[in-house]
């Protein structure tokens, strides 16, 4: 069975500029979640999608965004990036709201 | 305030011996609490989940307690090997609708030949 996948792996972008990121959950999953990760604060959480629908929302400004497909892969985009942008993000799904996380290998994201 | 903290925040042992990570937590009402691994630039991997009924879970060399009603919670690592250098991140979910997970900053093992 096929892990959670997130793409791209690395990315770089300048201050200003907007990224958007991917995901795919295992097959079946239907709840979709996606955390920020530097090494000062650790793990944060940003939102949870289950079926299309955004069910939870953490402390981050409207500049952070996301959303789910029909298929339960989901994106998430940052617009008008800042240098503390910079970090691991990385989704993770699980088949019920209070079921095992399975994370993916995450996206590094570097904004210059 | 919700809040999960780790001890110690970096651990450095010899390979071979065993380690215990420590998890306290002010989360309420409680779900459950999970420990999770993580490589380094990787993404995280559940070692245990545990309820407020489970006192101990183990996933072969892993050993995890929790003691509800002290809010806290230990990751005993036995007969360490290199590939336990990781980061230990302790994870505690609520009872609310909204399933809210708070997470720990992790505890950061190296094991050394």
């Known amino acids: 069975k096929a892990g959670v996948t997130q793409t791209p792996r690395y990315l770089i972008k300048t201050r200003g500029q907007q990224v958007t990121l991917s995901c795919s959950p295992i097959s079946g999953h239907r709840s979709v979640s996606w955390y920020q990760q530097t090494p000062g604060q650790g793990l944060q959480f940003l939102f949870e999608y289950f079926s299309e629908t955004q069910r939870n929302k953490g402390n981050f400004p409207g500049r952070f965004s996301g959303r789910q497909f029909s298929n339960s892969r989901s994106e998430m985009n940052v617009s008008t990036l800042e240098l503390g942008d910079s970090a691991l993000y990385l989704c993770?799904?699980?088949?019920?709201?209070?079921?095992?996380?399975?994370f993916g290998e995450g996206s590094r994201l570097t904004v210059l | 305030k919700n809040q999960v903290e780790q001890s110690p925040q970096s651990l450095i042992i010899l390979e071979g011996k065993n380690c215990t990570l420590q998890?306290?937590?002010?989360?309420?009402?409680?779900?459950?609490l999970r420990w999770y691994k993580q490589d380094t630039g990787r993404g995280p991997v559940s070692l245990t989940i545990m309820t407020f009924s489970e006192n101990t879970k183990s996933n072969g060399r892993y050993t995890a307690t929790l003691d509800a009603d002290t809010k806290q919670s230990s990751l005993h690592i036995t007969a360490s090997q290199l590939s336990d250098s990781a980061s230990y991140i302790c994870?505690?979910?609520?009872?609310?609708?909204?399933?809210?997970?708070?997470f720990g900053t992790g505890t950061r093992l190296t094991v050394i030949p």
């Open positions: 994870v505690v979910s609520d009872q609310t609708g909204a399933n809210n997970l708070f």
């Open positions: 993770a799904s699980s088949l019920a709201a209070t079921g095992e996380l399975f």
């Open positions: 998890c306290n937590y002010t989360v309420s009402p409680f779900s459950n």
